[in-house]
């Protein structure tokens, strides 16, 4: 370990760090074409545009480093907007907001029940419950997008502070925040890492392991809806079909920025990096004119070689032990 | 009289615990004195596990009454075990290996200790109490073994243990960490904490404890000072029968090379060279990370061999991965038998059979009989403890485990087999059967190089012993007329003038 050369020591980090190098490399890269990509307005639109899935990854960082996985989060989205949109026509718009929000934390809980409480696999309760949300999305809607009246909802997804900074990208840094400080700062993140690391050693260290666990399918839920309800004002408009790739997209980001699936190791501020990765990727690619399907085959190369160096790093941990 | 009961910790009276079909305990009374090391030995299945677990609140008990620091205890969780001062600290070690050093301490207990800046600060404060070096921030899973069961000494500290249960602690540990384990057992008496302590080890019983209790099929068979006791004595206790002796004879059927190993390098080693002959036990003693393991892998094919070659019959042989190895003959019982050797939810029969479906596939289907048949025959040979052949692996004990896989290189029909610490963690019983194993390996020609951390075993088994230090081979002795002294010094790479006899 002490006398390791200055080479393998840059390997290593690079490996811990490799989204953020990712980022690096790629902000590296643009500077040499002729593009837009360095204006104040493309580089604060293109964190306009990936906050939204942000604020999903937040919330289901806590679930995974707890061990668990929910699917349902694209579901949780669709119905934050769909929920809010048609409560506004009877109540004021902060109830409404407040409804969307909340219809998350609901399905949060009922997951969360069924997979602490009846030792369920996470994956295939959180699969049907997502197949059970477009349904009740469809239903409630017709299977037609719906959009708000006025544009007072609107302005909260459209709109900059001072005239410049995007409001999503200051709710997805407080959010960021919130959560941030929750597993940095408090039991209860704490508990998540050792649940996610350990289940049985968690257990027996006094940890109330399942109420534990069961709120991080609250939080992620909730912060999903939230989500929802941004992109529904964004777009001023909800629809059963927002939520179909976010699942997978912001768990691919959630993975690429270093948390770990098997739980215990990672954190929000990795998440972020990683979904920052696929968002400068998309914008850059946008930028010079990259075809969009084979935008597509990129960003599948680009999360297996990212897992790739992962596994490489540990062989090669292995033999140094 | 009200002296006297202040004096004991810990009372356990009439306790039963039945499980289905098997009672685990039966009527089991103890008592440890306050201040006290108090030992518990029994085979594998005795019940010791079975009775620490019912104390840490693991198990509840059926029957009898616990009495822990003058308080009734009817049943507990294993948090609130600890926060009474009552602590066990596992064989498989129960800390999270994501997390740093000082976060499993205080695990649980962030916000009790107003943070991580507390955390950090309190663990290292329990770190201190025991002189260990261990940095707080230092992830569990970059520590050896040893260093992780300081941690979990210091966690139980950290609660203000009154009773801290080792059960096996030193199974993975060198003579060294044993002595620092020895000085933490000495100076946890002294501060009138009480240790029960559970090994398979003799001699540190005889070396920590002042007073033991003996277990067999649940029940105490005895409890003595120590003094009172004989070694044989104690092991006959344990088994049922008198034992007459620890070690089968000595086999006597070394004849001409088998395998001759010459100039082998890889990244641990530098040039290793030695021959094992047609029926002879080699024993490989070093301490652990001396490259004793690395040298048998390289054998097996499992680490690359960057120079050097492998001699099989007099002919050199390319061993590039197990599988070359399996093909020539030779078999691996890795130390590890969690991680290398077992497939835990796989049944006693899958787990013997695996290395040998081939030879059951009967026009391409799987004989399923004949599987059993074989798995049977080593469950009766070898006297596997398991309700039946199809009982997953991960349910039966550590020994019986041990033998699954010492069951399935059998089936092989080795020419040789390399066993890496075969008899960590078993009892006496079940270790005499793993001799006569060896035994009957190379007295049908075969041959068996032992790797084992228990001196008194490569001595009375071995027909040479090969000391392994700083990844080379320093020394070669015959069991028979060297000391223990003499191959400990050269093992640890000490000058051994002094000891030479």
Redesign the interface.
Same mark, same amino acid.
């Given at each position: 370990m002490k006398n390791k050369g200055l080479g393998k020591t840059i390997t290593t980090s690079i490996v811990k760090y490799k989204a953020f190098f990712a980022v690096l490399v790629m902000l590296l890269f643009m500077l040499f074409p002729r593009t837009n990509f360095y204006s104040v307005f493309n580089i604060l639109d293109m964190l306009n545009s990936a906050s939204i899935l942000m604020v999903v990854s937040f919330g289901l960082t806590l679930v995974i480093l707890a061990g668990g996985i929910d699917l349902s989060v694209g579901g949780s989205l669709v119905m934050g907007g769909i929920l809010t949109i048609l409560s506004m026509n009877v109540m004021p718009m902060w109830l409404a907001i407040l409804i969307g929000t909340l219809s998350g934390a609901v399905i949060g809980t009922i997951n969360g029940y069924i997979i602490v409480y009846h030792k369920t696999e996470p994956m295939i309760v959180t699969l049907g419950m997502s197949i059970i949300l477009t349904g009740i999305a469809q239903e409630l809607t017709d299977a037609h997008p719906i959009s708000a009246e006025g544009l007072s909802f609107m302005m909260i997804g459209n709109g900059r502070i001072f005239g410049t900074i995007p409001n999503l990208v200051v709710i997805m840094l407080v959010v960021f925040a919130v959560f941030y400080v929750i597993l940095?700062?408090?039991?209860f993140g704490?508990?998540l %890492?050792?649940i996610?690391?350990?289940y049985?050693?968690?257990? %027996?260290?006094?940890?109330n392991v399942r109420r534990e666990k069961a709120a991080t399918y609250v939080l992620a839920g909730m912060a999903a809806s939230f989500a929802g309800v941004l992109l529904s004002s964004k777009l001023n408009s909800a629809s059963s079909i927002y939520g179909d790739q976010t699942a997978l997209t912001v768990i691919s980001g959630i993975v690429v920025g270093g948390t770990s699936l098997a739980g215990?190791?990672g954190g929000v501020g990795r998440s972020l990096v990683g979904l920052l990765v696929f968002a400068i990727m998309e914008n850059a690619l946008n930028m010079l004119h990259v075809d969009a399907y084979i935008q597509q085959v990129i960003r599948g190369i680009v999360i297996v070689a990212i897992l790739a160096l992962d596994s490489y790093d540990r062989k090669r941990r292995r033999?140094d032990v | 009289m009200a002296n006297k009961e202040n004096d004991i910790i810990l009372t356990m009276t009439g306790v039963v615990k039945t499980f289905p079909g098997v009672k685990a305990l039966d009527d089991v009374s103890i008592q440890v004195r306050r201040g006290s090391v108090h030992g518990i030995v029994g085979e594998n299945g005795a019940g010791k596990s079975t009775l620490m677990k019912i104390l840490s609140g $693991?198990y509840t008990k059926d029957k009898g009454t616990i009495i822990f620091d003058g308080e009734t205890i009817e049943t507990t969780?294993?948090? !609130?075990a600890? !926060?009474r001062g009552l602590s066990i600290i596992y064989q498989e070690l129960? *800390? $999270?290996?994501?997390?740093t050093a000082g976060?499993n301490i205080y *695990?649980?207990r962030?916000?009790e200790v107003n943070?991580?800046k507390g955390t950090h600060q309190k663990a290292r404060e329990a770190l201190d109490r025991i002189g260990s070096d261990i940095d707080t921030w230092t992830l569990v899973q970059d520590l050896s073994v040893s260093r992780k069961q300081m941690v979990e000494i210091a966690k139980a500290l950290s609660f203000d243990s009154k009773l801290i249960i080792m059960d096996e602690p030193s199974s993975s540990l060198t003579q060294d960490e044993m002595k620092a384990l020895a000085k933490i057992i000495n100076q946890l008496r002294s501060e009138g904490i009480s240790v029960i302590y559970i090994s398979h080890k003799l001699d540190e019983i005889f070396d920590f404890c002042d007073t033991v209790t003996v277990m067999r099929d649940g029940k105490v068979i005895d409890t003595r000072p120590v003094e009172e006791f004989t070694r044989m004595d104690m092991i006959s206790m344990m088994v049922g029968r008198s034992i007459e002796k620890e070690f089968p004879e000595r086999p006597r059927k070394v004849s001409t090379p088998l395998m001759e190993v010459e100039g082998i390098k890889t990244?641990k080693l530098h040039d290793i060279s030695f021959t094992l002959n047609k029926g002879e036990i080699l024993g490989l003693v070093g301490l652990v990370g001396a490259g004793r393991t690395e040298i048998v892998r390289a054998l097996f094919g499992a680490d690359k061999i960057k120079a050097g070659t492998i001699k099989l019959d007099g002919e050199v042989v390319a061993i590039r991965n197990p599988r070359d190895a399996m093909k020539r003959g030779i078999s691996f019982v890795p130390e590890d038998r969690k991680q290398q050797g077992l497939i835990l939810p796989f049944s006693v029969e899958n787990n013997i059979s695996i290395a040998t479906l081939k030879n059951l596939y009967k026009f391409g289907i799987l004989d399923k009989n004949k599987e059993r048949q074989i798995a049977e025959k080593h469950i009766k040979t070898l006297k596997i403890k398991t309700p039946t052949a199809r009982t997953a692996v991960e349910s039966l004990s550590g020994g019986n485990q041990q033998k699954c896989i010492i069951g399935r290189w059998m089936e092989i029909q080795p020419r040789i087999l390399i066993m890496d610490e075969p008899t960590r963690g078993i009892d006496v019983g079940a270790k005499y059967e793993i001799y006569l194993l060896m035994k009957d390996i190379v007295e049908n020609g075969g041959s068996v190089i032992l790797i084992s951390s228990e001196l008194p075993e490569v001595l009375n088994m071995s027909n040479r012993v090969l000391t392994v230090c700083d990844g080379r081979i320093n020394g070669e002795f015959d069991p028979e007329k060297a000391s223990v002294d003499e191959i400990m010094a050269k093992a640890l790479g000490v000058s051994v003038e002094g000891a030479m006899a």
């Open positions: 940095r700062y408090t039991q704490r508990n %890492y050792a996610g690391g350990d049985e050693v968690a257990k %027996y260290s006094g940890i215990g190791v033999e | $693991v969780t294993p948090h !609130q600890m !926060q129960n *800390l $999270v290996n994501t997390m976060e *695990l649980g962030f916000s943070g991580m990244k």
